[in-house]
């Protein structure tokens, strides 16, 4: 069998909402094509930005491969829109084979790098190969595994992926061992960013520009430096001149620096934890033509449940999650993180992903709830044990949840450790613990980017959340496309919470942006804060 896609806007554009912001921030309303042009983005970040795509895994290396790279797919966010859709970018159409193992795609021909070399098939072939050498240790490693011959390249054991090949100068192959509806997706990651010939698997500091800018410098822990791609061939605005980061300066200097308008904004956190609330109380939130804005983010904060322990095992332990969620005061949860940082919730997918519903209280506890699913638990366990981290905040938010599950009688033991050896201790079988932390996010705009993850027993907390029916469940929305796909994760979503709940989600994460008088257009966007081609300078 074999479908032909034509990826047009209006045929592969999964629509992805954003629930915080009236977008675009309008500093300046309308089309990004009525937008000014010219000037210096000026951004203020506190450590050094990664430049290379291959390596580069936080939001401030993302937000310039943003900028530098044309990718087969990407997800767009529009002035004015209430989400972001993955579109094609550099690929034209493609067609699916082989029971949903064989992908080719037709490239478009107007893309050039910044040298004036074109993108082509063999630019993304090199781009697959290089972040397979071990040597760079490159996070894409873990998004590859399911391409022919890429294990043989990642082991050391070859220098080229079989699975990926260029079939003409702007025709790609690339071949799998099993179906993955959410290639698509995956391949919006910066990670496969186009590179030149010869580009060495090593860290590098000069990528070549695909996108409408390239990085014309680089200082190490001091400035990063991007200009116009004079041959970009795409379709995003490129608005500004140049985009410049300068590094090193401390929050409460950096925001200094953006209210008497020598920056624009800060990188993330945005603001200083004290002066969150005063910017809001200055300028409101969200206003049009304002300079506070926050946005949620992809990320979600949740106590998991240990699935392999008593107190959670089988469906007789489900009154007991339940009793759980009524339980826990979210209001006092989420008032644990920075002010403007989080917003409460019982759900687990990140906004962008999910879909309104109302399951648990957001206001505080139900303990009438609460006793009543308890007390039809099979197991009504009296003492648990959570894992968590050693923060400020997460210290808080275990007082919390003891007294929360003290009211059902359940003596709660916390033992706190530094965040990677809470996740490598979530991986050892038969380790004693009821409940874990867990700060999550997707990588990709997609449900399977925010679920496979966390039921892969070689994922990063193991099986703590293997579950025969969540895996049912998510093999069953990971074979649908489009639309359909989307609601299937969203449904599924609020029927785990309602019906089996993994854990008790308490926040979402949001980014929020103090913006310069001379800010003229902000466009927010869901996955790496905002549509960084599409912001200008007032003329």
Same mark, same amino acid.
């Given at each position: 069998?074999?479908?032909?896609?034509?990826?047009?806007?209006?045929?592969?554009?999964?629509?992805?909402?954003?629930?915080?912001?009236?977008?675009?921030?309008?500093?300046?309303?309308?089309?990004?094509?009525?937008?000014?042009?010219?000037?210096?983005?000026?951004?203020?970040?506190?450590?050094?930005?990664?430049?290379?795509?291959?390596?580069?895994?936080?939001?401030?290396?993302?937000?310039?491969?943003?900028?530098?790279?044309?990718?087969? +797919?990407?997800? #767009?966010?529009?002035?004015?829109?209430?989400?972001?859709?993955?579109?094609?970018?550099?690929?034209?159409?493609?067609?699916?084979?082989?029971?949903?193992?064989?992908?080719?795609?037709?490239?478009?021909?107007?893309?050039?790098?910044?040298?004036?070399?074109?993108?082509?098939?063999?630019?993304?072939?090199?781009?697959?190969?290089?972040?397979?050498?071990?040597?760079?240790?490159?996070?894409?490693?873990?998004?590859?595994?399911?391409?022919?011959?890429?294990?043989?390249?990642?082991?050391?054991?070859?220098?080229?992926?079989?699975?990926?090949?260029?079939?003409?100068?702007?025709?790609?192959?690339?071949?799998?061992?099993?179906?993955?509806?959410?290639?698509?997706?995956?391949?919006?990651?910066?990670?496969?960013?186009?590179?030149?010939?010869?580009?060495?698997?090593?860290?590098?500091?000069?990528?070549?520009?695909?996108?409408?800018?390239?990085?014309?410098?680089?200082?190490?822990?001091?400035?990063?430096?991007?200009?116009?791609?004079?041959?970009?061939?795409?379709?995003?605005? %490129?608005?500004?001149?140049?985009?410049? @980061?300068?590094?090193?300066?401390?929050?409460?200097?950096?925001?200094?620096?953006?209210?008497?308008?020598?920056?624009? +904004?800060?990188?993330?956190?945005?603001?200083?934890?004290?002066?969150?609330?005063?910017?809001?109380?200055?300028?409101?939130?969200?206003?049009?033509?304002?300079?506070?804005?926050?946005?949620?983010?992809?990320?979600?904060?949740?106590?998991?449940?240990?699935?392999?322990?008593?107190?959670?095992?089988?469906?007789?332990?489900?009154?007991?999650?339940?009793?759980?969620?009524?339980?826990?005061?979210?209001?006092?949860?989420?008032?644990?993180?920075?002010?403007?940082?989080?917003? #409460?919730?019982?759900?687990?997918?990140?906004?962008?992903?999910?879909?309104?519903?109302?399951?648990?209280?957001?206001?505080?506890?139900?303990?009438?709830?609460?006793?009543? @699913?308890?007390?039809?638990?099979?197991?009504?366990?009296?003492?648990?044990?959570?894992?968590? @981290?050693?923060?400020?905040?997460?210290?808080?938010?275990?007082?919390?949840?003891? +007294?929360?599950?003290?009211?059902?009688?359940?003596?709660?033991?916390?033992?706190?450790?530094?965040?990677?050896?809470?996740?490598?201790?979530?991986?050892?079988? %038969?380790?004693?613990?009821?409940?874990?932390?867990?700060?999550?996010?997707?990588?990709?705009?997609?449900?399977?980017?925010?679920?496979?993850?966390?039921?892969?027993?070689?994922?990063?907390?193991?099986?703590?959340?293997?579950?025969?029916?969540?895996?049912?469940?998510?093999?069953?929305?990971?074979?649908?496309?489009?639309?359909?796909?989307?609601?299937? @994760?969203?449904?599924?979503?609020?029927?785990?919470?309602?019906?089996?709940?993994?854990?008790?989600?308490?926040?979402?994460?949001?980014?929020?942006?103090?913006?310069?008088?001379?800010?003229?257009?902000?466009?927010?966007?869901?996955?790496?804060?905002?549509?960084?081609?599409?912001?200008?300078?007032?003329?």
């Amino acid at each position: 069998m074999k479908r032909t896609v034509q990826v047009g806007l209006g045929v592969l554009a999964v629509a992805v909402a954003v629930v915080a912001s009236p977008g675009p921030a309008d500093l300046e309303a309308g089309s990004a094509a009525q937008a000014p042009r010219g000037g210096t983005l000026r951004i203020g970040s506190l450590s050094d930005v990664e430049v290379d795509p291959g390596i580069g895994y936080t939001s401030s290396p993302w937000l310039v491969s943003e900028a530098t790279c044309a990718r087969l +797919f990407a997800y #767009r966010a529009e002035p004015g829109a209430t989400g972001a859709s993955l579109v094609p970018e550099v690929v034209r159409t493609y067609a699916v084979a082989d029971h949903g193992r064989t992908y080719t795609f037709e490239l478009r021909r107007s893309f050039r790098f910044h040298t004036g070399a074109r993108v082509t098939a063999r630019t993304f072939v090199d781009a697959f190969n290089r972040v397979a050498q071990p040597r760079l240790g490159s996070p894409a490693m873990g998004y590859l595994r399911e391409i022919v011959g890429a294990v043989t390249v990642m082991d050391g054991r070859a220098a080229s992926i079989d699975g990926i090949q260029a079939l003409g100068p702007y025709r790609l192959e690339i071949r799998l061992t099993r179906a993955l509806p959410d290639l698509p997706a995956r391949l919006s990651m910066p990670f496969f960013c186009p590179v030149l010939a010869g580009t060495p698997p090593t860290r590098i500091d000069n990528p070549a520009g695909s996108g409408p800018y390239y990085v014309a410098e680089r200082i190490e822990n001091v400035r990063v430096v991007l200009k116009r791609n004079r041959y970009y061939g795409g379709d995003r605005p %490129g608005n500004v001149d140049e985009i410049v @980061w300068t590094i090193g300066e401390s929050l409460e200097a950096c925001q200094l620096a953006v209210d008497e308008d020598r920056e624009d +904004f800060c990188a993330e956190p945005g603001v200083p934890r004290t002066a969150a609330r005063a910017l809001a109380a200055r300028y409101g939130i969200n206003r049009p033509g304002g300079r506070l804005f926050v946005n949620p983010k992809s990320g979600t904060w949740f106590f998991a449940f240990n699935r392999m322990r008593p107190a959670f095992k089988g469906p007789g332990q489900i009154p007991l999650a339940k009793a759980i969620n009524y339980a826990v005061d979210r209001h006092a949860l989420a008032g644990t993180f920075a002010p403007l940082s989080a917003r #409460r919730t019982d759900q687990l997918l990140p906004p962008a992903l999910a879909r309104p519903a109302s399951i648990y209280p957001l206001g505080g506890a139900d303990p009438t709830a609460a006793r009543r @699913w308890y007390g039809r638990a099979q197991l009504k366990p009296t003492r648990l044990v959570l894992y968590t @981290w050693n923060f400020p905040h997460t210290v808080e938010q275990a007082g919390i949840l003891a +007294f929360d599950l003290e009211q059902l009688g359940i003596d709660l033991e916390v033992k706190y450790f530094d965040p990677d050896v809470v996740a490598e201790r979530s991986r050892r079988p %038969g380790e004693p613990f009821d409940l874990v932390m867990i700060p999550w996010g997707p990588d990709y705009l997609d449900g399977a980017g925010f679920f496979m993850p966390l039921v892969d027993a070689d994922g990063p907390y193991g099986r703590v959340l293997d579950d025969a029916r969540l895996r049912q469940g998510v093999a069953a929305a990971n074979r649908l496309t489009g639309e359909a796909r989307r609601r299937a @994760w969203a449904d599924l979503d609020v029927e785990l919470m309602r019906n089996d709940p993994p854990g008790v989600p308490i926040a979402h994460t949001q980014r929020i942006f103090f913006v310069s008088k001379s800010l003229g257009c902000f466009v927010p966007h869901p996955m790496v804060g905002v549509e960084i081609t599409q912001l200008c300078k007032k003329p």
